[in-house]
């Protein structure tokens, strides 16, 4: 690649952002950063306690915040937190500063790889697949409008999916 250029990877819980970040940075030489590790990095506690001790809307403060440092940044992957779409700046951030692709995945995959991951607050709760189902009705439009790429996830290895979204982008 001649030029540093940001890749940054979007989509649900369980799409593999994380996994298929850190391949497609070790691929393409560049550096990988998840907003989710950043912040626990910043923060010296992980995700839930954050969200126990600030709520939702502390926790999307930090997250913005993560997101811009981030972003500013040349030659990286990005994985992003699922919800991060929902601020207005973030999408700005996204799609100003790299190239954004969606990583997409069906709610049952989504119930399947988040099914035992107790680092997921949003789904402790008696039914995750409903908030799944919610979550996916508000985020996957604000995915799909500022996605350069879409890649499906479903059925495929990490590896895989990251070779694709190299073919996809041309490099």
């Avoid at 996994?19 to 839930?48: C, K, P, V, W, Y």
């Avoid at 779409?85 to 997409?104: F, P, T």
């Avoid at 995945?105 to 799944?132: C, M, N, S, Y």
Wanted: charged share 30%; net charge negative.
């Amino acid at each position: 690649m001649a030029e540093k250029r940001n890749i940054f990877l979007v989509g649900p819980m369980g799409a593999g952002k994380s996994t298929i970040g850190r391949h497609l940075a070790q691929m393409l030489h560049l550096e990988f950063h998840d907003s989710d590790q950043e912040i626990e990095n910043r923060t010296g506690a992980d995700i839930a306690w954050v969200f126990d001790v600030e709520g939702e809307e502390g926790f999307r403060v930090r997250e913005a915040t993560v997101i811009s440092d981030l972003t500013e940044r040349q030659g990286i992957v990005l994985a992003t937190g699922g919800g991060s779409v929902q601020s207005k700046d973030i999408r700005n951030y996204l799609s100003a500063r790299g190239i954004v692709v969606y990583l997409e995945t069906t709610i049952d995959k989504q119930v399947a790889r988040t099914q035992r991951d107790k680092r997921r607050p949003l789904l402790q709760v008696d039914d995750p697949r409903e908030v799944l189902e919610n979550l996916a009705e508000v985020r996957n439009p604000l995915y799909e409008e500022i996605a350069d790429v879409v890649v499906k996830t479903d059925e495929q290895s990490a590896k895989v999916v990251a070779n694709q979204i190299i073919d996809k982008l041309g490099f």
